[in-house]
Structures are given as structure tokens and as C-alpha cells.
């Protein structure tokens, strides 16, 4: 038997990386949802994406959302920036933890933020500088780390390198994105591992997709190598505006349902989340992927 972490960190992502790959909801639709999250007892939210709106019409409300919501003591909100423009308007905004996100793959950056990888690194160095210098704080998010959908595998070496200037510039934690769900097990050992060894004292976030049907399992692997940190959508809403058939980040009631009964406390309070992914499948009109959704919790009984 593996020794799991006793527990973990769950960051919400679903406000922002869900709902960027929806049809645009309306505001007072996303500031109740925050809302419903911010009780459940999840401590982390991804709120929103300071972006320009032409490119991601979805996040264009980001100002008034984050201005709307009432932020729960107990939790910590976050915003993604794609560049040091929307990274200022986050910090004038109020937040104190930012998001920055750079792709391994220079194809899928150039398609993300219309750059090449080490133009973002370098716009990344100045982030980190700005939001420190304000006191904030900056992760800096390593997307298609288990591969692109243009280039194919993007080796471990290529992915290490990327996170490793991130870290020498500063950030506060690296996080690896599954952007389109290439990852297996067998490649998180792969890649956790070589940048653990490299960089054992950097902070990791994973954020996994399911859209091949492998994210609790890769979740299970990380937790073996004693990995504590993880992103999850609720209702399992998400996906890459820029990345074809990336649908569904691994839903958040899920994960929990699946640690805790491994005996890893989230703290997140699984009917309350459950009831958050209902909430979050009628604000879209569609069905949710989650299976937990549709089934309930293990323990749950069919009354004679």
C-alpha cells in the first residue's frame, strides 16, 4: 500500500477554465455559482481570467464578477493572466494571487497568446516581478505538459526546462495542465518525477482533464508520489478554446468522492458540491460529464 498525503489542496476552477469553454453566462449566473462554491468548503477558487474580450468573450465580465461575488474568509480566489497587461489589471483589481500560463508546446502558445514559448517566458519574469513587488502572489501554470495537439508528445525534458525558468524567475508554484487529456499514469510518474528531482523544493499543482477517460487514474498516481495539490472543475465543466475536442476538466465531486474514501481529506463538503454541479449544469443547460452527478455518492441507498 502506497502512504497518501492525509490530505490535499482542491483549487475550484471551475468559474473560469469551465465556463471559458461554454457560451457566455450571464454575470449574476457566474457571481451565484462562485457564491455556492465559496460554501462548500473548498478553500481555493479560480474566479476569473483578466483577457482581452475578443479573445475570450466568456471572461469579458471578469471586472464585474470578481467586484460582485461575496469572498468567503475561508477562501482564497484566484485569477488567470495571459500577459503583464492583464496580470496589472488583476493586481489593480485586488486579487493577490494570480495565475500566468505559458505552453511547453511553442505551436499551442502561439495559438493560445499568439506567441512563442520564451517570448511568454520572458513577459512571465516581469509578471512575477509586478505581483511580488505588490505583494501578491504568482504561479505560473505549464500547459500541454503531456502534449500538444498540434506538435504530439512534448518530451519531459522540454517540460522541466519550461517550468525550471519559471522557477528561477521566481514563481511561487509551478502547476503542469493536461490541456487536452494525453496523460497516463505511467507519464505523470515520468514527468513528477524528473521535475521533483530537479526542483524538490518547488511548490506542484496538477490540473488534469478526463477527456480520455484517464484523470482520476492519473490523480491516483500523483497522490503515490505524494503529490498534494490538484485543479478540479465542478460537474467536470471545461475545456481550451485552442485546443479541439479538450472537453472536461475531472470534476471536482469526483475527486472528492474518490480521495476521501481513500481516507485523504479535502475538507470540501461532497453533497454540498454535488448540489454546486447541479447548479453549475442548469446555469449551462447542458448535461455535465460527472458521474458522481448523475449516481450520487457510493453510499448512497435506494429506499424500499
Known amino acids: 500500500m502506497s502512504d ?6 482542491v483549487r475550484e476552477v471551475g468559474p473560469r477554465d469551465g465556463l471559458q469553454n461554454e457560451r457566455p453566462v450571464p454575470t449574476q449566473a457566474k457571481i451565484e455559482l462562485i457564491n455556492r462554491l ?28 470578481w467586484g460582485g461575488i461575496t469572498r468567503a ?20 483589481a485586488g486579487l493577490t494571487e494570480i495565475e500566468a500560463v505559458v505552453s511547453a508546446s511553442d505551436t499551442h502558445n502561439r495559438k493560445n497568446v499568439n506567441r512563442g514559448t520564451e517570448e511568454s517566458l520572458d513577459d512571465i519574469s516581469a509578471i ?7 505583494g501578491a502572489s504568482c504561479q505560473v501554470i505549464v500547459s500541454t505538459a503531456w502534449g500538444c495537439p498540434y506538435e504530439g508528445d512534448v518530451p519531459v525534458e522540454r517540460v522541466v526546462f519550461v517550468a525550471g525558468r519559471a522557477v528561477a524567475d521566481g ?43 484517464t484523470g482520476l487514474a492519473n490523480v491516483l498516481a500523483a497522490l503515490e508520489l505524494g503529490v498534494a495539490d ?8 471545461g475545456g481550451c478554446p485552442y485546443a ?32 454546486a454541479a447541479a447548479d453549475a449544469e442548469r446555469i449551462i443547460g447542458r448535461e455535465l460529464p460527472s ?12 429506499t424500499a
Open 4 to 9: 497518501y498525503p492525509p490530505q490535499v489542496s
Open 38 to 65: 465559496s460554501g462548500t468548503g473548498v478553500r481555493r477558487i479560480e474566479a476569473v481570467s483578466f483577457v482581452r474580450p475578443q479573445a475570450i468573450p466568456q471572461m469579458a465580465d471578469a471586472d464585474q464578477v
Open 128 to 134: 512575477i516581478e509586478l505581483a511580488h513587488g505588490r
Open 171 to 213: 514563481a511561487d508554484c509551478i502547476s503542469f495542465g493536461d490541456t487536452t487529456g494525453m496523460a497516463t499514469p505511467g507519464r505523470v510518474r515520468a514527468l513528477v518525477g524528473a521535475f521533483r528531482s530537479t526542483y524538490p523544493d518547488s511548490g506542484l499543482n496538477l490540473h488534469f482533464h478526463n477527456t480520455r477517460g
Open 291 to 302: 458521474q458522481v452527478l448523475r449516481a450520487g455518492p457510493r453510499s448512497r441507498t435506494i
Open 230 to 237: 490538484f485543479d478540479a472543475s465542478v460537474g467536470g465543466l
Open 73 to 92: 474568509p475561508s477562501v482564497s480566489y484566484s485569477a488567470l493572466v495571459p500577459n503583464l497587461r492583464g496580470a496589472t489589471r488583476a493586481l489593480d
Open 244 to 275: 479541439p475536442g479538450a472537453s472536461g476538466n475531472i470534476a471536482t465531486e469526483e475527486l472528492v468522492h474518490m480521495v476521501e474514501d481513500m481516507g485523504v481529506s479535502t475538507g470540501i463538503d461532497l453533497t454540498a458540491m454535488i448540489d
